[in-house]
């Protein structure tokens, strides 16, 4: 079965520090792949998403991530984090042919970032 | 805001219990899925409805079922309710059928049995 794996489940970073998060799937057929950002006592929210192109995807709030093929990984990066970027992040698969074609999730990674 | 709200935002219940929680998706959207958050298990997917037909179920219990209405919105019902269902449940829309492009997630209902 496909599954994904954050190998950090908690990050504790000061501010202006440099981020990123391990995001490792096993699947060796076509994925789309996400990150997903939950503030704390918020809904999950979209961070950025790659799907085919360019392998270093940019997405909101200075996050980026790059797809890794030939090592299923699609780990996320932040130059400078800040405060506000203290949350769960989520990476998750979605696999072209799969018996569901749904999203799998990893177990998050939490985010502390020190003022 | 996403736009998919769901309701209630809390509930508390006994085991052996019933409850059903809603979600209604963003406007436009035609499927809606369900995600159960624990912390034990993590987010993991349970079903998706397509213009009210099931169209995907992942880990989802007997005990559990849904269903998607005509105007979309969707109810997920927990019966028989134990200990270990209590968690966070996610209801998500998207446009299409298929799920290869982005979800919006709602905020979600706590479910806590006691």
């Known amino acids: 079965a496909q599954s994904v794996s954050q190998h950090n489940h908690h990050v504790i970073l000061s501010e202006a520090a440099s981020l990123e998060l391990g995001c490792n799937y096993s699947?060796?057929?076509?994925?789309?792949l996400f990150w997903y950002v939950q503030y704390p006592g918020q809904h999950l929210q979209l961070l950025l998403k790659?799907?085919?192109?360019?392998?270093l995807v940019k997405g909101i709030k200075g996050f980026e991530a790059e797809f890794i093929k030939s090592k299923f990984s699609f780990n996320l990066r932040k130059p400078s984090v800040q405060w506000s970027d203290t949350a769960e992040y989520f990476c998750?698969?979605?696999?072209?042919?799969?018996?569901?074609?749904?999203?799998?999730f990893g177990k998050g990674t939490k985010l502390s970032v020190k003022p | 805001d996403s736009g998919v709200t769901q309701t209630p935002k809390h509930l508390i219940t006994a085991t052996g219990q019933r409850v059903t929680l809603r979600c209604s998706p963003r406007s436009g959207d035609l499927s809606v899925y369900w995600y159960q958050q624990s912390l034990d298990q993590g987010l993991q997917f349970l079903i998706q409805?397509?213009?009210?037909?099931?169209?995907a179920k992942g880990n989802i219990l007997e005990r559990f079922s849904a269903q998607q209405f005509p105007d979309l919105h969707s109810e997920l019902n927990l019966s028989s309710l134990e200990l270990g269902d209590s968690a966070l449940y996610f209801c998500?829309?998207?446009?299409?059928?298929?799920?290869?492009?982005?979800?919006?997630f709602g905020p979600g209902t706590r479910l806590t049995v006691l």
């Open positions: 409805y397509y213009n009210g037909e099931e169209r």
């Open positions: 998750a698969v979605n696999v072209y042919g799969g018996s569901q074609g749904n999203l799998i």
């Open positions: 790659y799907f085919s192109g360019d392998p």
């Open positions: 998500a829309s998207s446009p299409g059928k298929s799920s290869y492009n982005e979800q919006f």
């Open positions: 699947y060796g057929g076509t994925v789309n």
